[in-house]
């Protein structure tokens, strides 16, 4: 089965949805095995006021993949990419794409928008 990245978009949706199985998440789940960038975890933990311990038991059962030097290097080309085009994007969405790609995944999100800008880079969307 194919291993893909996941953005915070689709872990967001999936708990906001009240009927799970209408989530895009769980369109994914019987195609793909999911790996979280660290900076999804970031971003979750960072927007979870009321520390719902779902996010503690996703973040134990998935691999969550490093933001590293490599990762370190291609943000930065990605960010130099897209701030020649005048098409930046958030910082924390440069990252997560970076570490997608470091990572040979394709990444799974409902924010085409900003990661259909970032060349090299494989989306899955609903």
């Known amino acids: 089965m194919e291993i893909i990245s996941l953005d915070s978009s689709v872990l967001i949706e999936y708990y906001r949805k009240t009927q799970k199985e209408n989530s895009f998440l769980f369109q994914l789940a019987g195609s793909y095995e999911f790996k979280i960038p660290a900076i999804v975890k970031y971003e979750i933990y960072k927007g979870d006021k009321k520390k719902d311990p779902l996010w503690d038991s996703v973040f134990k059962d998935t691999e969550i ?3 590293d030097e490599e ?9 130099l990419d897209l701030k020649t085009r005048s098409m930046l994007i958030p910082t924390d969405d440069i990252l997560i794409a970076a570490t997608s790609i470091r990572n040979g995944l394709k990444l799974a999100t409902l924010n085409k928008k900003d990661f259909d800008r970032i060349n090299g880079l494989q989306i899955i969307t609903p």
């Open 71 to 79: 990762s370190a290097e291609i943000a930065a080309r990605i960010y």
């Open 65 to 67: 993949l490093p933001f």
